[in-house]
């Protein structure tokens, strides 16, 4: 049983073009977020919905905007398609906001690549 | 403001040997936790361990340990006994424990030899 997953996997696209990565958690989880981690692997937040409401809007391009039409899918969806958005994209899911009592389980991630 | 700070690019430890990855980690908060992930070549992020900055005994999870000095900004991780399946990037990651925001440093490479 997956925890968190993804769809699809890996995404080749053109650029300019508009493309959606899905998020679902199957944990019961009040809290889902988006990482992405660049070329040389750094890792970096991007949003968190708690309870389907945006707890944390990092400074990203107004290209990428969330969804969460239910707290076990939070997708991604980024307009006009630039070579610098080619990345991993990672959901990720906790109990709630804060490390208080839980930890964040990440999902296998998407490799998105802008031709 | 936060950072995470990893000044080792690639580490190397011989099978069975100890091998530690050291982290920094500079908050003005005074309530947060520190991480570290795994990340084999499959990419999956793993958590290892977890230790929460009001502590003072520093967490263990069967062969991995960390050093956590406070003062000092230092979260050092511990790999006793390695082993191959440990060869993975290790990153350090830190946050407020109210947030859920995860501030992550560059990543260590450790590769362990036979």
């Known amino acids: 049983d997956t925890a968190v997953s993804q769809t699809p996997k890996y995404l080749v696209t053109q650029m300019g073009n508009d493309k959606s990565i899905k998020c679902e958690q199957n944990l019961g989880h009040d809290t889902m977020y988006w990482y992405k981690q660049d070329s040389k692997k750094f890792l970096k937040i991007m949003f968190s919905?708690?309870?389907?409401?945006?707890?944390i809007n990092e400074t990203v391009p107004n290209r990428f905007s969330p969804k969460s039409p239910d707290k076990a899918h939070l997708n991604l969806h980024i307009n006009s398609l630039e070579l610098g958005d080619s990345a991993v994209y990672f959901c990720?899911?906790?109990?709630?906001?804060?490390?208080?009592?839980?930890?964040?389980?990440f999902g296998p991630g998407t490799r998105l690549t802008v031709l | 403001a936060q950072t995470v700070t990893q000044s080792q690019p690639e580490m190397s430890v011989q099978e069975a040997e100890t091998v530690t990855l050291s982290c920094t980690y500079d908050?003005?908060?005074?309530?947060?936790?520190l991480f570290w992930y795994k990340q084999p070549p499959s990419r999956q992020m793993i958590l290892v361990i977890r230790q929460e900055a009001y502590k003072q005994q520093n967490a263990t999870e069967n062969r991995f340990s960390v050093n956590f000095q406070k003062a000092a900004k230092s979260f050092s991780l511990k790999i006793s006994d390695s082993q191959l399946g440990d060869a993975a990037m290790y990153f350090c990651a830190g946050g407020p424990s109210n947030t859920g925001k995860l501030i992550f440093g560059q990543g260590t490479t450790l590769q362990v030899k036979p």
């Open positions: 919905y708690n309870n389907k409401e945006l707890i």
């Open positions: 908050t003005s908060e005074s309530d947060y936790y």
């Open positions: 990720a899911s906790s109990q709630d906001p804060g490390f208080s009592y839980n930890e964040q389980f």
